[in-house]
């Protein structure tokens, strides 16, 4: 089994030098995605629910342009800035996973690039 790196324009631009997403056989590593938009770089407008949700459809084309999906999630990472945003972060995850969620670590850190939220997944592929 040879892991296949993944990058496109599904994929907002990497802060560094690592593959937004990795699948080595049945499973998918997604990069903690952030709240940007890929095509623009930037924060969608709006409060900090609309840079969460963005980041989860971020997380959501990372799987699915590795032949996966929410459904096939069975960890995520979620790091965050303010303490206060845990409840919208919690409301967008419940949306998001609303029967038998994946195991989940929460953590409070300090993000590059000003951005307040980081998603990362892992997911069993389709295939």
Same mark, same amino acid.
């Given at each position: 089994?040879? *892991? /296949?790196?993944?990058?496109? #324009?599904?994929? +907002? #631009? ?5 593959? #937004?997403? $990795?699948k080595?056989?049945?499973?998918? !590593? ?7 938009? *890929?095509?623009? %770089? =930037?924060?969608?407008?709006? /409060?900090? /629910?609309?840079? @969460? &949700? =963005? ?11 590795? %032949?996966? %999906?929410? @459904? &096939? $999630? ?10 206060? %945003? ?5 409301? $967008?995850?419940? /949306?998001? !996973? +609303?029967?038998?969620? *994946?195991?989940?670590t ?8 000003? &951005? &307040? ?11």
């Amino acid at each position: 089994m040879t *892991p /296949e790196a993944l990058d496109g #324009p599904e994929f +907002p #631009p990497a802060l560094g030098p690592y593959s #937004p997403a $990795v699948k080595a056989g049945p499973l998918v !590593f997604v990069s903690a995605q952030a709240g940007v938009d *890929p095509v623009t %770089d =930037q924060v969608p407008p709006g /409060e900090f /629910e609309a840079e @969460c &949700r =963005q980041a989860f459809t971020n997380v959501t084309r990372a799987l699915r342009a590795a %032949d996966s %999906d929410l @459904c &096939r $999630v069975v960890k995520m990472t979620i790091l965050y800035v303010d303490t206060a %945003d845990l409840p919208i972060i919690n409301k $967008v995850y419940a /949306e998001a !996973f +609303p029967i038998d969620p *994946p195991a989940r670590t929460a953590a409070v850190v300090r993000l590059a690039g000003g &951005r &307040r939220i980081a998603v990362d997944a892992i997911a069993m592929a389709l295939s």
